[in-house]
């Protein structure tokens, strides 16, 4: 039996915010957290709008699905982005203990795979859905912007 909540789905609602944040004139990277097939969190890029290099769209994602918890771990989530995690990102996360990381994109210059135990050992990362269209969404907002 196909459910429709699959990973290609959610990347489809991370997409979505990907692209607001698009329409913001902000890099467009979407994140949304999930628990048990509800999205209980999302966010996107709004380091331009609050003047704050900090606000990355998994940091969003991860302060409202902690606030929606009640609590500062996310075991049991999944987080859908459209980018491979930096660094930072990725340090947050692993702070969260969050199950599954599942991103769109390969970021060669910035992500965080590259580095060995960044990422939480019990987190499962899955990438590469949907990455061409997450990475077309990355290369048009960089031409608009030469």
């Not at 999930?34 to 709004?46: S, Y």
């Not at 409202?64 to 989530?77: D, I, N, S, V």
């Not at 990102?89 to 203990?97: K, P, R, Y």
């Amino acid at each position: 039996m196909i459910t429709p909540f699959d990973d290609n789905y959610f990347m489809r609602k991370a997409f979505e915010e990907a692209e607001r944040a698009y329409e913001l004139d902000e890099v467009p990277v979407g994140a949304v957290i999930v628990v048990e097939n509800q999205i209980i969190a999302k966010g996107h890029n709004l380091t331009e709008q609050l003047n704050d290099v900090t606000a990355h769209a998994e940091m969003q994602s991860i302060t409202a699905a902690a606030e929606h918890l009640g609590g500062k771990y996310l075991k049991k989530c999944t987080l859908y982005v459209t980018l491979e995690p930096c660094v930072m990102c990725a340090g947050a996360l692993n702070w969260s203990q969050i199950s599954k990381i599942v991103y769109g994109a390969k970021d060669e210059r910035r992500g965080a795979l590259r580095y060995e135990g960044v990422f939480h050992p019990t987190t499962e990362i899955v990438g590469g859905v949907m990455a061409e269209e997450c990475s077309e969404l990355m290369k048009n907002f960089f031409k608009s912007k030469r």
